[in-house]
């Protein structure tokens, strides 16, 4: 009930195309939807993060998508570049208890010119 | 800039000898923690602290301990260094809450080989 699973492993889109990075979760009492975001040599760093009071949140091109009833949730990166080449978790916890954020396996992401 | 250093990029270590990974945080924040991080497996939460001294174990403890003796700093402690070790490891910290503009914030990540 703890897991986040994540889809797929890896991913690679042409330049210019939309990235979906697909995640679901099984605890309810979940409330916030992080994305991070890590390129290499890098530790992850927060890219987006959502409530499950909304269903979509953008940020430039970057969207999460969340379907509360699935309990599933997605990034999609939108116009995909090669700077955006990087590896992303979703990950899932309880806002109020920052104390174990549950992390999804990753998936690398690899835009071509 | 905020930051969460790591003391050392890359380690290489002998099976059994006792090993220390340091963390420091410039940000005041009341929480600190360490994950090893693999491929096809993310993240995985070793240990965290919420308040200096006291530490709580995370999903893989088992050959690990951690100190925090003071607000900044979180030390993770390879008792004797094994080859199943071998990995990357990331210490963040964090707000007691988070939003949607503050969450962990990592490190650069240690790259500890054990041979």
């Known amino acids: 009930q703890q897991q986040v699973k994540q889809s797929p492993q890896s991913l690679i889109v042409q330049k210019g195309g939309i990235s979906i990075i697909n995640c679901a979760y099984e605890?309810?009492?979940?409330?916030?939807f992080p994305w991070y975001q890590q390129f290499p040599g890098k530790g992850p760093a927060l890219l987006i993060a959502?409530?499950?009071?909304?269903s979509e949140k953008k940020e430039g091109r970057f969207t999460i998508s969340f379907n509360k009833s699935a309990k599933q949730f997605s990034l999609h990166i939108m116009d995909s570049q090669p700077g955006d080449s990087a590896t992303y978790f979703c990950?899932?916890?309880?806002?109020?208890?920052?104390?174990?954020?549950?992390f999804g396996s990753g998936t690398r992401l690899s835009i071509r010119p | 800039d905020v930051k969460v250093t790591q003391s050392s990029r890359y380690l290489v270590k002998r099976t059994g000898e006792k090993v220390f990974l340091e963390c420091v945080q410039d940000?005041?924040?009341?929480?600190m923690f360490w994950y090893r991080q693999d491929p096809g497996l993310g993240l995985r939460l070793i240990y965290f602290?919420?308040?200096?001294?006291?530490?709580e174990k995370g999903d893989i403890p088992e050959g690990y301990s951690v100190s925090r003796e003071k607000k900044e700093r979180f030390s993770l402690i390879l008792e004797s260094a094994s080859t199943n070790q071998t990995s990357m490891y990331l210490c963040?910290?964090?707000?007691?809450?988070?939003?949607?503009?503050?969450?962990?914030?990592f490190g650069s990540g240690t790259r500890l080989t054990v041979v």
């Open positions: 963040a910290s964090s707000l007691p809450a988070l939003g949607a503009n503050y969450g962990y914030t």
């Open positions: 605890n309810t009492a979940f409330d916030y």
């Open positions: 959502i409530r499950p009071d909304v």
């Open positions: 990950a899932a916890t309880r806002r109020s208890s920052a104390s174990k954020i549950i």
């Open positions: 940000m005041d924040h009341e929480n």
């Open positions: 602290s919420y308040d200096v001294k006291m530490k």
